[in-house]
């Protein structure tokens, strides 16, 4: 009989449903209840395409003994992190702070007043490798909750005062200069790692926000090494296998430092942030294989995680079934030489192997090899690559695929418009473009409310419950104002104007300028949430900063401008001891130094070839986050525009920044050495 999650709307939640669990979502009434039956709570916290949430539901929450002893002495609470960030962030933060180390799942166990006591990530069903099992945890934490419960509330108690104590020191509240950034960029080199790329050693992470930054620093100060660290990462980063090379798009991470076997998870947001890092990169540098990789990454995000209504599902799981009913992580993406030669026959499955880095051995389980790019281009016969690409492709669409989580989250799908806008603008696809209207489209329609307040997430067309946090208005704004540049059209910049306006008033400090993950009127949980690193995402803080900057920039705003750089002060504090976890944050502040510049182009239809030239050579500009407008001359689209004539009759762009304007140009090339930084 299914539990009170058959109701939820996030897939997470219903991969537990029909679990002997009786799981409470989390609400004000589970922990009413724990109240009432004087008993903890546990909280487990995980997401749908995380491997080990999946391996300990399998293990101990399908269990019929686990759930009689759970039901019989706990309320047990089930959280989907992508849903809930503000309750996985609070007590993710205990989790670390306790055991110098976190994770999902996550399971914490909590007073009715929903204090943490204890904390563990995966629990094995019997003890192993030193790690209790889930059951002697679960006898033990009951036993000290009948016996010692003075004890508990002591220890619950210190948890919660520390954790009030760990306010953030936002530096002094100004905005980073060139010494912090030089700073910054000298500490990313001496955690470079020059023979493979990337940035520390196992497992290695793609460093989207970093890359930005070294693209931003290159273009306004010339600096050689950071546009060759972004390169080389990004280039091997694309031959490794961490990358689909069959069917594009990038998994999670890469279990080893060499970037050969990745944790098989496809995130929304990682694709989203790399495409752009690529299409970027592309801008720069007019390199064939980063024009590839985000093209491909674009076709996948559409091809693969777009939902009928339009927008982007959070994810792909990381496990599918190997053909024998086992789900397997990785199964859908591996080959052995045998597989190989049953698709292609001997002699091409030769010219695959050596193409794709596939080996006797394996590179991955059970002689198994993630496919890779080992051999330059060039080196093969190209016509005859593109078949064993085409047929190996189409092999694979015969194995199961891997479940999607169809929830789709706002923040995320922020990126991804801003991403999909971009690489459509660049690459002449206006179906990409498309596609980015068509999920903002899905945003105004069932994300936003009357007053502009964001939901997080919907599902099958129906709007969740959950309030957005801060990196939903933020990552939103910021998908808005990259789509109100590439069409043309102001609503998406009165969009975003209305987001930022949220973020001035319900997430910002007013005495320090220091950001909250959540609103002031949000629920209350044991503590206000608060975090400016960037991690697998920009964090909700820097995100803000660089949309109320490019906001500022169009408007001429000045509280948006004095709020990006207050909110900066937090990178002039961790840019030059940590930037490889403010990297976001760093590139925002490279804008701040570079003006932002503001591009005006006027012209007399937007299909106007000449306006069309002026435009596409505007968005191909480099300066650090310009922001560019586009119309006919007296149109009250965008502000940028007033009083903007024509040149001679002709299309003209004007660029201005930090109050002066250099003379409108009607020529394209003049315009493009203006902006390249």
Known sequence: MPNRLAHETSPYLLQHADNPVDWWPWSSEAFEEARKRNVPVLLSVGYSSCHWCHVMAHESFEDEQTAEYLNAHYVSVKVDREERPDVDAVYMEAVQAATGQGGWPMTVFLTPDAEPFYFGTYFPPGPRQGMPSFRQVLQGVHQAWEERRDEVAEVAGKIVRDLAGREISYGDAQTPGEEELAQALLALTREYDPQRGGFGGAPKFPPSMVLEFLLRHHARTGAEGALQMAQDTCERMARGGMYDQLGGGFARYSVDR?????????????????????????????????????????????????????????????????????????AYYVWTPAQLREVLGEEDAELAARHFGVTEEGTFEQGASVLQLPVRDGLLDAEKVASIHERLLAARAERPAPGRDDKVVAAWNGLAIAALAETGAYFDRPDLVEAAVAAADLLVRLHLDEQARLTRTSKDGHAGANAGVLEDYADVAEGFLALASVTGEGVWLEFAGFLLDHVLARFTDPESGSLYDTAADAERLIRRPQDPTDNAAPSGWTAAANALLSYAAHTGSEPHRTAAERALGVVKALGPRVPRFIGWGLAAAEAVLDGPREVAVVGPALDDEGTRALHRTALLGTAPGAVVAVGAPGSDEFPLLADRPLVGGEPAAYVCRNFTCDAPTTEPDRLRTVLSG
Do not use: I, Q
């Not at 790399?274 to 990789?293: I, K």
């Open 258 to 330: 060499d970037w050969v076997v990745p944790h098989f998870e496809k995130m929304l947001y990682d694709n989203a942030l790399l495409c752009r890092v690529y299409a970027h990169l592309w801008r720069s540098t007019g390199s064939e294989l980063a024009r590839r990789v985000a093209l491909e990454t674009a076709d996948f995000m559409v091809r693969e995680l777009r939902t009928s209504e339009g927008g982007f599902a959070s994810a792909l799981d990381a496990d599918s079934d190997d053909g024998t009913g086992r789900h397997v992580e990785g």
